[in-house]
């Protein structure tokens, strides 16, 4: 079970989705987050869990919102941790909180509209 991928910056979160536009995995979700932030830690391990399981489809990776606090208006990132998802390039989905159930429906629901 490999560890998310954790970005820093706006052209490694940029080459991130783009590799998702090249091939597989066809879809990015990418995690604001802080060390620091209780419910992101909480809820990690499902968060894995989620990225294991749809590994072949789904590319998930962290970005420290402390480290790149000039992201967060840009992805409109109020609360942490936000999810942002991203498919063919264009951001289809966003989830606020501490949500793993809704992060996985959406994520899956994306997954099995091909």
């Not at 079970?1 to 970005?7: D, E, I, Y």
């Not at 159930?101 to 994520?107: F, G, I, T």
Request: net charge neutral.
């Amino acid at each position: 079970m490999p560890q998310l991928r954790r970005l820093s910056g706006d052209k490694e979160i940029r080459d991130f989705i783009q590799a998702t536009d090249d091939g597989r995995p066809r879809i990015a979700v990418i995690e604001f987050t802080a060390d620091w932030c209780g419910p992101c830690k909480r809820i990690a391990p499902a968060v894995q869990s989620i990225a294991d399981r749809l590994a072949d489809e789904v590319a998930f990776a962290k970005v420290d919102a402390d480290a790149d606090k000039d992201l967060l208006d840009d992805y409109g990132v109020k609360i942490l941790p936000t999810f942002v998802i991203v498919r063919k390039g264009k951001r289809v989905g966003k989830v606020k909180g501490a949500d793993v159930k809704r992060l996985d429906a959406e994520v899956q629901a994306l997954v099995d509209d091909k």
